[in-house]
Every structure is written in structure tokens, then in C-alpha cells.
């Protein structure tokens, strides 16, 4: 069976083609980032409508890379929520019409399901059961994964989410939306403990995390006293510490809940370097082992819908001609598909 996917649901503009047998054909992408950059955040309305420019193109170059014709796809998948409404329409409508004109069902796909499967892609997959650690821009989830839609949330953020946590302390430190990235990179020039910020509920039992007393700590920090470069590069050390240690201990404590020995890293905070780096050794100190997407596959793509879509679709489950976009979509409420 072979799958094109469509990605929409935010600030990415994506396609790819994956095949049952053969593998990822193709995958394409467009960042907007630049068309939202001026404005230190994503705009909707200017998503959706820079989507309906990119989607189509993106279909037509996807469809050559992976040296395919309409003819050869099975079934389309697409982002059916949850993200920005808007933005999940342009992708929705586009793939509901490809999959009518073709003649091949449409499946709609839960946005986190594909980041939670996107090591699949990978030569060694991860195992089932296992735990993920689901960190993007929206999302902070522990999740106990049983197969494909079989998910039980075990701790989320009461507040900010982790790649949240990232981007406001960003913006405070004067670095350009998307500020994870960047403040990862200002860190790597700053000193180890050169400033402590709160790991907010280490202290406490459970799996829960809260990130918005990070953002208030970062805040007084920049406005204490004028920061030269080497200040900022600090605290953006400090920032990356506070965070990555708080994933990292929630995690294993998550392991050790469960009894489960594999951990998935996913979402555009896995992208991460310390991340891995620090959670793979900490991981490793307790007999566990930790499975990431590539970088590129980290952040959001097409390829991982792809390959929601190719699970669903392969296990019978279709969405008729109905157009499927929601902006909240609980994540536990999934039907289980295939393994
Ligand atoms: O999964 P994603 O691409 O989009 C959502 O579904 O939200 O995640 C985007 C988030 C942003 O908050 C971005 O700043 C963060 O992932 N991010 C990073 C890194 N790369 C992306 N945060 C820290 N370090 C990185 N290297
Ligand atoms: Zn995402």
C-alpha cells in the first residue's frame, strides 16, 4: 500500500509519500517561519492562507520524487487536528479532493499520533509497549503506549508546554521566533550552573509538569541588571538545564512507574541535543533505552502522518467523504489500529 500525506495543522507546509514496502518515497516541506517571524509568533489566518499557496506544488514535487503517479497511491492522509482550525482545513479539503479525484479513501490523522509513531520510520524501531515523551510546541505528555492508538496519558503540563517553556524564554532573551532553536544554540556558549532557574514539581511525586513559573524567573533574571553576551548565553544555559532536567527526571520516574524499559522521544523539542545527549545516558544508568525520530523528522513533517495513515489505512479504517478538521482532539480517544 502506498500512502501521500499531507501536513497543515501550524506553521508547516508538508507532503510525503511512503510505501508499505518500499519505505519513505519522498517527503517535502515548507517553513513559514519567515512569513510569521516579523510578527514573533504564528498567524493564523496568514498560515491558512500561505497553506493554499504551498500544499498543491508540494503534492505535484512529492509525486516525482517518489517517482509516482496518481495511479500508484492507495489512500491519502492528511492532519485532521488537533492544530489551528484554519490551517487544518486547507490540508483536510486538499487531501478529501485528491483522495475523490483518485479514487482511494482518505484517512484523517491525529497530529501527536504521527509524532508519537515517527520512529517508525527509523531502521530500528521501537518496541511496544513503551513509554513516549511527547514534547513539542503545544504538548507535554507522558504517554504509555501500548500499540497504535492505544495511548494512556500518564502526565501532562498544567501550564506551558515544554517547546512553550523554550520560545517565551526566547523571546525575553531578544532571539527571533522560533526561539527553541536558537536559545539551544546561545546555550552552548554558556556555563554549566551559571544560573539556576526552578525545576517546578521535582519535588513532588507524579508525573505532571508546569513550565510557566520558568517564563516569570527568566523574566526578572533580564531585567535584574543589562546582560552582555555572555550573560545571555548563561541564562540561556540555565534556561536549557532547568528544562531538559525536568523532562529528563519525569521521564525515567514515568519508566519506573510503568516497569517499561524502552522510552520514544518525540515532538519538536526532541530536536533537542542536550536533550538526547543527557536522556539517553540518564536512560541507559536505568536499563532502559530511548528511541528519537531523525532531527528532521522531530519537528513537525508529512512523513510521520504518513505513517498514522498507513497504519489506519492498512487496518480498514477510512473517513468517507466527510472533510475531518479539529482544533482539540483528545488523543486517548483514538481507536486502536493494527499492532
Ligand atoms: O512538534 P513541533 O515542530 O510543532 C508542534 O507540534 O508544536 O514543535 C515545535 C517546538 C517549538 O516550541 C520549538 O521551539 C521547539 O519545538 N524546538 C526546540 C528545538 N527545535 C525545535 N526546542 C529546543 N531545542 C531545539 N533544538
Ligand atoms: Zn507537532
Excluded at 41 to 62: F, I, K, N, T
Excluded at 216 to 236: F, Y
Excluded at 263 to 283: D, F, I, K
Amino acid at each position: 500500500m502506498r500512502v501521500l500525506a499531507i501536513e497543515s495543522s501550524c506553521d508547516e507546509s508538508a507532503v510525503a509519500v511512503l510505501d508499505g514496502e518500499r519505505g519513505l518515497l519522498a517527503h517535502e516541506l515548507y517553513s513559514q517561519v519567515e512569513l510569521h517571524r516579523a510578527y514573533g509568533g504564528v498567524v493564523p489566518e496568514l498560515a491558512s492562507r500561505d497553506h493554499v499557496r504551498r500544499l498543491l506544488p508540494l503534492v505535484r514535487l512529492a509525486l516525482e520524487h517518489a517517482g509516482s503517479t496518481p495511479g500508484d497511491i492507495d489512500g491519502v492522509a492528511y492532519t485532521a487536528g488537533p492544530g489551528l482550525i484554519g490551517a487544518l482545513l486547507t490540508g483536510a479539503s486538499l487531501a478529501a479532493s485528491l483522495a475523490y479525484a483518485w479514487g482511494v479513501p482518505a484517512i484523517g490523522v491525529h497530529h501527536l499520533e504521527g509524532h508519537l509513531l515517527a520512529p517508525l520510520l527509523e531502521d530500528e524501531p521501537p518496541p511496544f509497549p513503551h513509554v513516549a515523551l511527547l514534547v513539542s510546541g503545544g504538548h507535554t505528555l507522558l504517554i504509555e503506549v501500548g500499540g497504535v492508538g492505544r495511548y494512556r496519558v500518564l502526565g501532562a503540563s498544567r501550564d506551558d508546554a515544554a517547546g512553550e517553556a523554550f520560545d517565551k524564554s526566547a523571546k525575553l532573551l531578544g532571539l527571533p521566533y522560533p526561539g527553541g532553536p536558537q536559545l539551544a544554540q546561545l546555550a552552548a556558549g554558556g556555563r554549566p550552573g551559571g544560573v539556576a532557574f526552578p525545576r517546578p514539581m521535582l519535588d513532588r511525586p507524579g508525573l505532571e509538569f508546569s513550565f510557566s513559573g520558568l517564563k516569570t524567573a527568566v523574566l526578572h533574571a533580564v531585567r535584574a541588571r543589562p546582560l552582555d553576551e555572555q550573560a545571555r548565553a548563561d541564562l540561556a544555559r540555565g534556561v536549557e538545564e532547568a528544562i531538559v532536567d525536568t523532562l529528563i527526571a519525569k521521564a525515567l520516574r514515568a519508566l519506573e512507574y510503568t516497569g517499561l524499559t524502552v522510552l520514544v522521544v518525540s515532538g519538536g523539542v526532541s530536536a533537542n541535543t542536550r536533550l538526547r545527549e543527557q536522556l539517553s545516558a540518564a536512560a541507559g544508568r536505568q536499563g532502559a533505552r530511548v528511541y528519537y525520530p531523525r532531527i528532521e523528522f522531530s519537528t513537525d513533517n508529512a512523513a510521520m502522518i504518513a505513517v498514522a495513515g498507513l497504519q489506519r489505512l492498512a487496518a480498514g479504517q477510512r473517513e468517507g467523504l466527510a472533510i475531518q478538521a479539529r482544533a482539540q482532539w483528545p488523543l486517548e480517544s483514538l481507536a486502536p489500529a493494527g499492532i
